[in-house]
């Protein structure tokens, strides 16, 4: 019979753990998911005319990319050199996006979440260009 390591199968703990909380060091950093929300936005938006017949398609499109991006950034085992916190496998990503026109006009937005303030969170991220106003939200849930 061979080695268990030459296999690489990973022994089952005897008793199952029911974690209702992350452990310190699953919990993502909000500076890591504001820098990549940034970034997609910037490169994204920065020489985009506002037209309301894109605006739909470009909304869908930056959500996936800011999504994909994020969960790429936080679900996978961080290098030496970046010193990111691996996010826990029961996290849950959930991206709102809100993109309208500049036509130099104020408006005010309100948004209200419930949650878990001890294990949940959310990240606001926004850019203004002469053209566009877009407005971020990530919102990490845990799920126990």
């Known amino acids: 019979m061979e080695n268990f390591d030459e296999l690489n199968v990973r022994a089952v703990p005897d008793n199952p753990t029911y974690q209702t909380r992350p452990k310190k060091s699953e919990k993502p950093q ?4 504001i820098a990549v929300c940034q970034k997609v936005l910037h490169a994204s938006l920065r ?11 470009l909304v869908k499109t930056l959500t996936h990319s800011i999504l ?17 916190h691996r996010l826990a496998s029961r996290y849950r990503l959930v991206v709102e996006l809100l993109l309208a026109e500049n036509r130099g006009q ?11 303030p001890s294990t949940d969170y959310s990240v606001h991220c926004s ?18």
């Open 47 to 57: 020489d985009v005319q506002y037209s309301k017949d894109e605006a739909p398609a």
């Open 127 to 144: 850019l203004e260009t002469d053209q566009l106003i877009c407005n971020v939200t990530v919102h990490a849930i845990y799920l126990t």
């Open 68 to 84: 994909s991006k994020v969960s790429d950034k936080l679900h996978y085992a961080p290098t030496d050199e970046e010193k990111l």
């Open 30 to 33: 909000k500076t890591d998911i």
């Open 106 to 116: 104020g408006f005010s937005l309100a948004r209200r979440s419930l949650c878990d």
